[in-house]
């Protein structure tokens, strides 16, 4: 059976040097082997989530790869891909939404016709979401594992999750080859729709902008959307642009953006007028914060925001630092992954910042204790002065839970001490998409192996609010796997009178279909 690898990236140990990180020979070959497991049987996607729990959450933590599985539910969506030399051609090709509520991580299902996982490259990437729709670009490789090395060779696809729609995109072609760390989705809605309001920050000369987009369904969750009533009933006239920057963007030779454009279902490039001095942004994540002119938020999650409004003839770009005073040690800035130890998104009118960092006693591998501060901006501000720290945490400050530690512990076969939050290995924060303090840390007893959970912090109250098992094998120690998305809030609710219906606050998983018996996920609410 062909490994499917997420990454090639070296791993974060998030603050940790070199000689640290490094297990001696003795210590990996006294762990057991998850990579060879993963080898001997294919990965199931899990049971939780489907065929239906009724979930429609206002956000969702998704995994960034699809599973190779046939499930069909409410949200699944078919197409048949007829381009002329495309390797899917005839292919019917079946996509599936398995949503559950934080910290759960939820899920795609991808299918092809007449053909088995053991022909494509690696498994189906979701490059982007759309930040206020259903819509998720994905990009499946055919061929050898070392066809994935070579974007040129992927099939792009656009997934709707709120019409339960899938379109096959024309290949970008050579002439419009892109940074896939860039792409944003941004919706162009007719002149009904089009709203854009703003109003003044401090004295920062600084905007709030509320973007065009679909009006979510409702679920009572309290979406803070303000949508108007024209956009709502005219969400149907609404089309969408993919923009991205080129490689090598910012030089004279590569100054545009490449774009695709859902009306006339082609790709073209647009002039940009690149900053005078324009910094070395290497993307990390991509935010579409939208307004009529479609503004498009490109971060460097170690340094700095670059803003262009891609819906604009010629578009403009701007820069706004990050917070200058990290969590972290200046010294360490700028080494590996930031995404395992930063993260950043768009929640209502702000841009919000997480950062952390553990720290280490001499040549421990277990980390002593670990910091996180959350930050917080209007849109529109371009003045570094403007971020706000709005909460800083000490592992040492949460109220220690050593029973549920333990049992986590025993769950993963773990011979060792009993951890405590401090000790535990944590990175990967994701910021809630809902207007509170939360953020979703991934965490492990033993950063080498596949056992870890996704914890549910309020930053606010210092609290550890609740834990839930993660299946990390298709991710590598702690390092890119899944991100946050509003796409489930554009769901519409299932029929089925059977589901189980969800109180805000609490998880309810267990499902009467005898098919989710023997491996539900389980919630530990603290």
Known sequence: MRSF???????????????????????????????????????????????????????V???????????????????????????????????TFCPAAPPLVSYLCFHATGMDQTKFACNPQILTTETNGGLVLLRVIVGHPSSAVLT???????????????????????????????????????????????SRHHDSGGFSLRPCHLAPHGHGHGH????????????????????????????????????YHSDTNTWSKKPVVLLKSHPRNQTSKTLAIGGHEGTVAWVDLWQSIIFCNVLDKKPKLSCLKLPNKPIMPKK??????????????VVGNFIKFVDMYAHFDGSSKTPSHWKAATWSIRTGSFSSEDWTRDHRINSTQIPPQPLLLHKLKVDAGIKAADPTFSTLHVGLPR?????????????????????????????????????VPFDAKRTLRLARCYDASRISAYLKPALDPNRILKREGTLLLKSPSKK????DAMVINL
């Open 61 to 95: 933590l998704i995994h960034q790869e699809a599973y190779f599985a046939q499930r069909h539910n409410a949200t699944t969506a078919t197409v048949t891909v007829t381009a002329v030399g495309s390797k899917l051609e005839g292919s019917t090709i079946t996509v």
């Open 5 to 59: 690898k997420t990454e090639t990236l070296k791993a974060v140990d998030l603050g940790s040097s070199e000689e640290e990180s490094d297990a001696s020979e003795e210590e990996e070959d006294s762990v057991t082997s998850d990579t060879e497991e993963e080898e001997c049987c294919p990965l199931t996607p899990p049971a939780y989530a489907y065929p239906d729990d009724g979930e429609c959450p206002p956000f």
């Open 224 to 259: 803070d959307h303000d949508q108007g009533p024209a956009c709502q009933e005219h969400h149907h006239d609404c089309t969408y642009v993919i923009a991205a920057q080129p490689r090598h963007f910012g030089c004279p030779r590569t100054s545009h953006i490449c774009m």
């Open 516 to 519: 989710h018996t023997g491996d």
């Open 152 to 198: 040129i060779n992927g099939e792009y696809f656009i997934y709707d999750a709120r019409a339960a729609k899938l379109d096959h995109l024309p290949h970008p072609g050579q002439q419009h080859e892109f940074n896939g760390s860039t792409l944003a989705i941004v919706r162009k809605c007719n002149k009904h729709c089009q709203r854009t309001t703003t």
């Open 332 to 345: 360490a800035v700028g080494f590996g992954n930031p995404s395992c130890i930063r993260d950043i998104a």
């Open 431 to 467: 910021l809630s998409l809902q207007d509170d303090d939360i953020v979703y840390f991934l965490a492990k007893i033993d950063y080498r192996r596949h056992a870890a959970w996704v914890l549910a912090l309020d930053m606010g109250n210092m609290l550890v609010k609740e834990v």
